[in-house]
């Protein structure tokens, strides 16, 4: 019974503490959207953008994988005849690094259920880094999209970043719609 009790108590205090500290991507990240990339029903992404340029990629809370709560058994960064595992930089100029615009296929998640994803990027930047975690555990995606699961970091150019994130919907815009039901 006392464990009970100070199991209760941890949880308390930890609540406590989330709503009165915001989590690091609440803080250093702004959220920003796109809907139904690719022109597929639902199929957002999310993008966190840092005041320094640096975009992380991860998928929206109303795609599909979370939504609908899927089991996935894989991810795959080879997609498209691309493979994003090769991409390799060097230097302060990021020199070598994969050239993406907004369409550019990131990665193709497989579900148990056999339906398939493919995450495109949603900016134009350079591919700074995979997320190489999830070819291990690809249930991060689901579990911590926003952490562990993200998907891939980009970098736009430094006169691109305001043109790059104009056109994507803030995290209260993405609510009112995705609310709206459209």
């Known amino acids: 019974m006392a464990d009970d009790n100070q199991q209760h108590g941890f949880e308390g205090s930890k609540r406590l503490l989330e709503s009165e500290h915001p989590s690091l991507v609440d803080r250093y990240y ?3 959207y796109l809907i139904d990339s690719q022109s597929k029903k639902n199929e957002d992404i999310c993008i966190l953008t840092h005041s320094n ?3 992380i990629v991860t998928v929206a809370e109303w795609h599909p994988l979370l939504r609908e709560k899927k089991t996935i058994s894989q991810i795959s960064y080879d997609v498209e005849g691309v493979n994003r595992m090769d991409n390799k930089i060097s230097g302060k100029g990021k020199r070598g690094a994969q050239l993406l615009t907004p369409s550019s296929p990131l990665c193709e998640v497989t579900c148990t259920d056999g339906s398939k994803y493919i995450i495109t990027c949603g900016v134009r930047g350079q591919l700074i880094e995979v997320n190489e975690t999830l070819l ?3 249930d991060l995606l ?3 999209p ?3 699961g993200y998907i ?3 970098l736009p150019k430094l006169g691109d970043f305001e043109g790059t994130t104009k056109n ?3 995290k209260d ?3 009112k719609i995705r609310s709206s039901g459209t």
């Open 30 to 32: 702004q959220s920003r």
């Open 53 to 55: 340029r640096i975009c």
């Open 173 to 175: 815009e993405y609510i």
């Open 136 to 138: 291990k555990s690809p």
């Open 152 to 154: 891939a970091i980009v």
């Open 168 to 170: 994507l919907l803030s």
């Open 142 to 144: 689901s579990l911590k």
């Open 146 to 148: 926003q952490t562990e």
